[in-house]
């Protein structure tokens, strides 16, 4: 067992828990406490459901962490995961500090959620039409003549299961498509109040934070505060990885 409080990191929107394992393990040596990476639900190897909101899956993690048996826990949560994180807090005095990277609580500014919705709904149709009777190679000139990049197509196709000519995709693509709206948009309550001290680490390049984010930040996190990691675009985790686990283990002491 670690000797800190356990740490709980939840990945973004068509990842799974092993995107984080180079950085739980980092973060662990960092501050030596036990790290957890639990497939969110229609993702990894969670169960599917039909249900793929926040609230459910904002459940999960409080199921997940009464499992653990501890009094409490500090929340690590990127893009999707942070909202997941995020709405957790709403419900619970559990979390002794959060991290949300790359995402604010709901979107503030509609172009730039516009631009990530109409993005999302077309990697999703495009997984949902792949030929899955092909190769690996098939499926990603698919997804890239899409107007997937080839680097998030990689990620996509972490996902892709089974063998030449008969794969599968191990997300559920019909309950994400369904809340893809409410999971790029967000739903956090306008009337809510957030006391859990929590740190913002966004991106330098990325747009998922902006500045009306910001406001709406201060607004409803009294105790929170912003972090910007240049160079850094959405996926924080990869590109800075070593910055960001300094950054969440100061944090955490």
């Given at each position: 067992?670690?000797?800190?409080?356990?740490?709980?990191?939840?990945?973004?929107?068509?990842?799974?828990g092993?995107?984080?394992?180079?950085?739980?393990?980092?973060?662990?040596?960092?501050?030596?406490?036990?790290?957890?990476?639990?497939?969110?639900?229609?993702?990894?190897?969670?169960?599917?459901?039909e249900?793929?909101?926040?609230?459910?899956?904002?459940?999960?993690?409080?199921?997940?962490?009464?499992?653990?048996?501890?009094?409490?826990?500090?929340?690590?949560g990127?893009?999707?995961?942070?909202?997941?994180?995020?709405?957790?807090?709403?419900?619970?005095?559990?979390?002794?500090?959060?991290?949300?990277?790359?995402?604010?609580?709901?979107?503030?500014?509609?172009?730039?959620?516009?631009?990530?919705?109409?993005?999302?709904?077309?990697?999703?149709?495009?997984?949902?039409?792949?030929?899955?009777?092909?190769?690996?190679?098939?499926v990603?000139?698919?997804?890239?003549?899409?107007?997937?990049?080839e680097?998030?197509?990689?990620?996509?196709m972490?996902?892709?299961?089974?063998?030449?000519?008969?794969?599968?995709?191990?997300?559920?693509?019909?309950?994400?498509?369904?809340?893809?709206?409410?999971?790029?948009?967000?739903?956090?309550?306008?009337?809510?109040?957030?006391?859990?001290?929590?740190?913002?680490?966004?991106?330098?390049?990325?747009?998922?934070?902006?500045?009306?984010?910001?406001?709406?930040?201060?607004?409803?996190?009294?105790?929170?505060?912003?972090?910007?990691?240049?160079?850094?675009?959405?996926?924080?985790?990869?590109e800075?990885?070593?910055?960001?686990?300094?950054?969440?283990?100061?944090?955490?002491?």
């Open positions: 067992m670690g000797a800190g409080v356990p740490i709980v990191i939840l990945h973004g929107l068509y990842g799974n092993g995107n984080w394992l180079t950085a739980a393990k980092e973060l662990a040596a960092a501050t030596g406490a036990d790290v957890y990476l639990p497939d969110l639900r229609n993702h990894g190897r969670s169960p599917h459901s249900v793929n909101s926040y609230g459910s899956m904002s459940g999960d993690l409080a199921e997940f962490i009464a499992d653990l048996g501890v009094a409490s826990v500090d929340v690590v990127h893009s999707m995961g942070g909202r997941v994180a995020l709405d957790y807090l709403r419900r619970t005095n559990a979390v002794r500090r959060c991290i949300a990277v790359d995402i604010s609580p709901r979107a503030s500014n509609l172009a730039a959620a516009d631009s990530h919705y109409a993005y999302h709904v077309r990697a999703v149709r495009l997984m949902g039409s792949a030929p899955m009777d092909g190769t690996r190679d098939d990603a000139r698919h997804l890239t003549r899409g107007g997937v990049d680097t998030t197509a990689l990620f996509l972490q996902n892709l299961t089974g063998q030449a000519g008969a794969f599968e995709w191990r997300i559920n693509l019909a309950a994400i498509g369904a809340y893809l709206e409410e999971i790029v948009y967000g739903n956090f309550p306008g009337n809510a109040a957030v006391k859990t001290p929590t740190l913002f680490v966004k991106g330098g390049l990325s747009d998922y934070i902006t500045d009306e984010d910001a406001l709406f930040i201060k607004e409803h996190f009294p105790n929170g505060t912003m972090k910007t990691i240049p160079g850094a675009s959405h996926f924080v985790h990869v800075r990885r070593e910055e960001l686990i300094k950054t969440i283990a100061e944090w955490l002491e």
